[in-house]
């Protein structure tokens, strides 16, 4: 689709990891750069015709893109960790890619021909706005599902895609009610991430969530519903996360340590609850965890070999 060429001051190659998935109408990417520039001239365009816009999820990093004329004036955007922009392979461009993780979803024009004149005017920007953020969002749950899916799933992953890009590009009265199954799959993917990063914060409660989300008390309700609420939720997260580390033969630090890591500040809650939830203690937990290690290590050396060769070999 472009020409690429390694950033002359850093290394003499460019090295870029792609995998792409097939979704019907739709296609999404996701890409791994070491730093890159990047150009799709006038006679590209001309003689390799894709007639597709695209969504560019910046994960980590940072790009800047200009339009080279077209159906828009020329133009610069510059994009950072976080923000998605919106651009159109049917017209030339050029730019430049720090090293980054991307994903890329494109869309074909077909698909969205009474929305075209909007999307046009939108090309080579950075859409830094709400629902931009409800666009990347919803990028990043249908990133974690990409896995498993079905060719099933796939007619209904369309039509949520194509409700959500008219809801957050070129809105109409009735697109917000169409794209409600992808506005439900961006609140949950943000409701994710506020959790996993304030798992070590025992305030948080589902007011403070509803508040680190930007939603109301009732959405965010309906939202955990199918969880058996927001706190629960929270409480089951933090269970898991301290299960995995009470697993790790690294981890050294006492039980109730990890807890406190994971927002427990009651030694006598945190045991109780753990029980409720997987039917044996954090301590029996450990003791069978560590009795296996042992166990595995004896196995290993037993050959000569260490412990890693031989996960290796029985894997």
């Given at each position: 689709?472009?020409?690429?060429?390694?950033?002359?001051?850093?290394?003499?190659?460019?090295?870029?990891?792609?995998?792409?998935?097939?979704?019907?109408?739709?296609?999404?990417?996701?890409?791994?750069?070491?730093?890159?520039?990047?150009?799709?001239?006038?006679?590209?365009?001309?003689?390799?015709?894709?007639?597709?816009?695209?969504?560019?999820?910046?994960?980590?990093?940072?790009?800047?893109?200009?339009?080279?004329?077209?159906?828009?004036?020329?133009?610069?955007?510059?994009?950072?960790?976080?923000?998605?922009?919106?651009?159109?392979?049917?017209?030339?461009?050029?730019?430049?890619?720090?090293?980054?993780?991307?994903?890329?979803?494109?869309?074909?024009?077909?698909?969205?021909?009474?929305?075209?004149?909007?999307?046009?005017?939108?090309?080579?920007?950075?859409?830094?706005?709400?629902?931009?953020?409800?666009?990347?969002?919803?990028?990043?749950?249908?990133?974690?599902?990409?896995?498993?899916?079905?060719?099933?799933?796939?007619?209904?992953?369309?039509?949520?895609?194509?409700?959500?890009?008219?809801?957050?590009?070129?809105?109409?009265?009735?697109?917000?009610?169409?794209?409600?199954?992808?506005?439900?799959?961006?609140?949950?993917?943000?409701?994710?991430?506020?959790?996993?990063?304030?798992?070590?914060?025992?305030?948080?409660?589902?007011?403070?969530?509803?508040?680190?989300?930007?939603?109301?008390?009732?959405?965010?309700?309906?939202?955990?519903?199918?969880?058996?609420?927001?706190?629960?939720?929270?409480?089951?997260?933090?269970?898991?996360?301290?299960?995995?580390?009470?697993?790790?033969?690294?981890?050294?630090?006492?039980?109730?340590?990890?807890?406190?890591?994971?927002?427990?500040?009651?030694?006598?809650?945190?045991?109780?609850a753990f029980r409720q939830r997987y039917g044996y203690s954090p301590s029996e937990l450990r003791a069978d965890c560590s009795q296996s290690v042992r166990r595995l290590c004896g196995q290993a050396t037993e050959g000569g070999r260490t412990l890693g060769e031989f996960l290796r070999t029985t894997a």
């Amino acid at each position: 689709m472009a020409d690429l060429t390694p950033i002359a001051h850093r290394q003499r190659k460019a090295s870029i990891d792609l995998a792409t998935w097939d979704l019907g109408s739709f296609a999404m990417c996701q890409e791994s750069s070491s730093g890159t520039r990047f150009s799709r001239t006038p006679r590209r365009v001309k003689t390799i015709f894709a007639d597709h816009w695209y969504l560019f999820l910046i994960k980590e990093g940072a790009n800047w893109v200009v339009s080279d004329g077209g159906c828009s004036a020329e133009q610069v955007s510059r994009g950072t960790s976080g923000q998605v922009g919106f651009y159109s392979l049917g017209e030339a461009f050029h730019g430049e890619m720090q090293p980054m993780e991307i994903l890329m979803l494109f869309i074909p024009r077909d698909q969205f021909a009474r929305q075209a004149g909007t999307l046009d005017r939108l090309n080579n920007t950075i859409i830094d706005t709400a629902r931009g953020r409800f666009l990347s969002d919803y990028m990043l749950a249908l990133e974690r599902r990409l896995p498993e899916l079905t060719k099933d799933d796939v007619p209904a992953i369309v039509r949520a895609t194509e409700a959500m890009i008219t809801a957050c590009l070129a809105p109409a009265p009735h697109s917000a009610e169409e794209a409600h199954e992808g506005i439900i799959l961006s609140l949950g993917e943000r409701a994710r991430r506020v959790v996993q990063s304030q798992l070590s914060n025992p305030k948080l409660t589902p007011a403070s969530l509803a508040k680190s989300m930007g939603v109301s008390r009732s959405v965010l309700y309906r939202l955990f519903e199918p969880h058996g609420g927001a706190a629960r939720y929270v409480r089951n997260t933090r269970l898991a996360s301290a299960h995995r580390a009470l697993c790790d033969f690294a981890e050294t630090r006492q039980i109730q340590q990890i807890a406190n890591s994971f927002g427990f500040t009651c030694a006598q809650e945190f045991s109780r609850a753990f029980r409720q939830r997987y039917g044996y203690s954090p301590s029996e937990l450990r003791a069978d965890c560590s009795q296996s290690v042992r166990r595995l290590c004896g196995q290993a050396t037993e050959g000569g070999r260490t412990l890693g060769e031989f996960l290796r070999t029985t894997a």
